[in-house]
């Protein structure tokens, strides 16, 4: 009876999990560079990370970091 259980149980949890995957995996939309950058500043600015002065490296770290959170790297500058 107990394997029976554990039996069910599992098939039940597998049916679940392939049927939300896909369905789950359609619905979310990746966010463009603009909208992940926007995101970034605005995350920065209300952590009150600092930017102006000697401590630019430090926001500019952290903004490296977020951008990664959402899946891309910072542009680098044109050459001069």
């Known amino acids: 009876m107990r394997k029976l259980n554990v ?3 599992t098939v039940t ?3 679940a999990i392939v049927l ?3 369905a789950s995996a359609q619905t979310t939309k990746k966010m463009t560079y603009a909208e992940a950058y926007a995101a ?3 995350e920065l ?3 009150g ?3 102006v002065n000697v401590s630019a490296q430090a ?3 952290m903004g490296a970091g977020c951008m990664k ?3 891309f790297r910072l542009k680098k500058k044109a050459k001069i």
Do not use: H, Q, S
């Open 13 to 15: 949890l597998a049916a």
């Open 59 to 61: 926001r500019y770290t």
């Open 20 to 22: 939300a995957g896909p």
């Open 7 to 9: 039996l069910t149980v």
């Open 49 to 51: 990370a600092p930017g």
């Open 40 to 42: 970034c500043k605005k």
């Open 69 to 71: 959170k959402y899946g």
């Open 45 to 47: 600015d209300a952590a």
